[in-house]
């Protein structure tokens, strides 16, 4: 996106979701002068094209209540290498300041003594939030929740409710989504919004604005977060109820934190797919890429060589016929291809629906109706290419039949594999693309090199 | 997911987001007894899975306002049919109770007879609005905001707005995510959440709430919906406000829009990379898929045709080392898997951040190091293995050699493949593997051959 395109300030922005206060750099940092930002994100931006030194120092000299925004929205390699280099009481300070499930995020990166530094520094009741938080499951949706929400009792009334969520609006820093209703159990009873609530009766009770009999759509604490984010992006909520398994509200996890989620997971299925990290990205240091892509790569080596070992059994005919070297490749690469685009396609219905077994295998078979169409479509082009190119008719069949038999098997393997990774309780993402090429090389060879030493008479 | 994994309703479940009422499938259209939902998320669902008969039977018979729910969570596929085989009057009934922008992208998929029929059965007011919606391109800012917003004077009390706003409320159906202040000639000139309006003095005025100088983040209307869609995660906006090149405010793009446009841009890199239609997914026609991908396989076969032609060049070697064809796949193989890696990074990148020239070319250089690295690891393996299997070191060279050398160039395609597309003012996935794997094939199969060929005098 070029810069231009956004209309931003001349000065500094508004900030419209928290409160209008501008975020500064200090100059003392050998920025030359004070830089204003007005949203956390771009200040963290900013920081991130410092110097360590730097960003210690542009830290430590802000407003806490800045540095924990900026710090929230750092990237996590960058938030640890600040947080153990700086002082650690100024640390638990910013900590302190952090949203918990910010806060439980950083602290969930750092090494277990250095943790343990700052989690004392804080106060009794901070400290023990936040180590509830990092025991659970940092991809659960207890792990990404907010545990700040607005609790309203069913008797109170419609007046006292507002009352009541003004004066927390007034000692809290965020604007609320929901009110959450409990019974006396602290059950999670139902959820209302604002609207709700500015639109009733002043003197009604908030228990009769629920809609009869009680139910609330909520996710249990250790559901997985992109399962969470499927069904609140499936209803559009702004927040998400978090329960225990007897239905106690533990917290909310908001759309926010939600568009973080999605994108994680749409990169941990394109990078996962092809072997590498589900969590790499460009800022992830090179050497750690090395140590996780090694072993794939491992993997695909002796994948390959299954498919080579193929190749080797044909091996008298091709020393017989080196054509079938040259026309080889073609059908291995075009399955391959095929294979791919039925892969894509599945790997994202799994990522995008609620998995429906039934509707999966309909998909399965969809592949396989349009791997054949257009593996006829190619074996034909390739039947006569391959027929001009040799002046040999049997070839072009030999060619053209191999190549819809391998087209047909890659887009049938395509729409498999993520089911049958999915069945084994593996991710149907990972190194998926790695085994679709060694079935779409190994057959294509088999019966590329099996045709064509049973046809030519080799 | 697990069906069990949702906490859901026993009877019905509770709307939080807008009205409580629950949504009903009559009985009438053979469904045994009326069924409940409380979320036409889920409305849609089942509906989905019903016969376009009962489909468009369901629709009339329930209440305009719930028709219109659910037809806005309608695939697309299916809201077309539906509003193909419905009565006209209807049809037309339930798009004026659609919120505009779902009204205009529904109606957007409609050939243009039916289009305009139905835009002729709405009010004058009405189908301009629509009519001027379907104007804009429907992938840009413009395409899929939302009109109905709550304008705010400069001059207004504090508790004048806070009533303007609850009245806005009762005739309207959506809770409002902020209130958008313009000045005298409707240029945008802040945004206040509920937060900031319950929060200040009643008498103050509303223009003096807002930060001086006034300024606030904001898209223009022809923004692509990719670089909308980053700039409010990043910003963790409930909604961006759209404005014309003079500053007037057009509507806004909600947290909602984005999530869905989240899926379909991580779709969209997914399938564009290896070829098929950004657009694609498991209900798509198989025919339609057909259409689609014909080309790029088509594309496809002429680059392998001309990795071919590489190999061709050293038929006579190949005639006399048949071994050669044995191992050339597996260095092709190898690179190819290495430059997929790269390239589901830089997509990935390119995905999630604002794009920055200088970032993108150092992630390229990273990816260069750990393609040599990973490439002389791999080289190291196949030197030794290819030495034993064929008991002839020069092979044994010729393969680590070959295969350090296309790894490196792997790397550095797929990290620059991106890059060069986007520079070409392509979309930088779209068939990127295709053009990846014709590069990596190619070089594999010339540094391969051409070593082979000189060092062992063949």
Redesign the interface.
């Known amino acids: ?1 070029e810069e231009k ?10 900030l ?2 928290d409160d ?1 206060h ?1 975020y500064v750099v200090p100059a003392i940092c050998g920025q030359g002068e004070d830089q204003e930002f ?2 956390p ?1 771009d200040m963290a931006d900013h920081l991130e094209n410092l110097s360590l030194e730097k960003q210690v120092c542009a830290l430590r000299h802000m407003p806490t209540e800045d540095a924990a925004d900026a710090l929230a929205e750092l990237d996590e390699y960058v938030a640890v290498d600040v947080l153990e280099n700086m002082d650690a009481d100024v640390a638990a300070q910013i900590i302190a300041e952090m949203s918990p499930d910010d806060a439980a995020d950083v602290l969930d990166e750092l090494d277990e003594d250095h943790r343990n530094v700052l989690l004392d520094k804080l106060e009794r009741e901070d400290s023990e939030e936040l180590r509830t938080l990092l025991n659970f499951d940092p991809e659960s949706a207890a792990g990404i929740m907010n545990t700040e929400i607005i609790l309203l009792q069913e008797d109170m009334t419609v007046d006292g409710a507002i009352l009541y969520i ?1 004066k927390e ?2 000692s809290d820093y965020e ?1 609320p989504y ?1 009110a959450y209703v409990v019974d006396e159990c602290e059950i999670l009873v ?7 609530l ?2 009733a009766r002043p003197g009604e009770h908030v228990g009769d ?3 009869k ?8 604490f250790d ?1 997985d977060q992109g ?1 969470v984010a ?9 927040a998400m109820p978090v ?1 225990d398994h007897q ?1 106690h509200l533990m917290g909310i996890v908001t ?2 934190d ?3 989620i ?2 994680e997971e ?2 941990a ?3 996962g ?4 990290d589900p969590d ?3 800022d992830t240091p ?2 750690e ?2 140590r996780k ?2 072993p ?3 993997v ?2 002796v994948n ?2 299954l ?3 193929v ?2 059994m044909f ?2 005919s ?2 017989q016929m ?9 059908v ?3 399955a ?3 294979g ?2 039925a ?7 799994l ?2 629906d ?2 429906d077994n039934k ?2 295998w ?2 399965v078979l ?1 592949e396989a ?2 791997g054949f ?2 593996g006829a ?2 074996a034909l ?2 039947f006569v ?1 391959a027929w001009l190119f040799t002046s040999n008719m049997l070839v072009g069949a030999v060619m053209g039949g191999a190549l819809l038999c391998d087209m047909l098997l890659g887009a049938v393997a395509g729409g498999s594999i993520p089911l049958i990774f999915k069945a084994m309780g593996r991710d149907p993402a990972q190194a998926s ?2 085994f679709l ?1 060694t079935i779409t ?1 190994g057959a294509g ?1 088999f019966i590329f090199l099996g045709l064509a030493t049973s046809i030519l008479a080799l």
Chains 1, 2 share one sequence.
């Not at 892969?343 to 219905?349: D, G, S």
């Open positions: 996106m395109d956004i209309n931003t300030s001349k000065d500094s922005q508004q419209a979701v209008e501008t007005a949203h994100a003004r609006m007034e604007c929901y139902g959820v209302l919004s604002l609207r709700n500015l639109l604005l629920l809609p009999p009680h139910n609330v759509v909520s996710v249990p559901m399962e499927k069904l609140l992006s499936h209803y559009n909520y702004m329960v239905g759309y926010d939600i568009m973080d999605m994108h749409a990169s299925d394109m990078l797919m092809v072997g590498a790499e990205s460009v090179w050497l890429s090395v892509r090694l794939w790569l491992l695909n080596m390959s060589a498919s080579a070992s190749v080797y091996e008298g091709i020393a080196a054509i079938l070297a040259v026309l080889m490749p073609m291995a690469n075009q391959g291809n095929t791919q685009q892969l894509a396609v599945m790997i994202r219905q990522a995008n609620r998995f509707k999966s309909i998909a969809r109706k349009i169409i257009t479509a190619m082009v390739a290419g693309s790695i090429t090389d060879f």
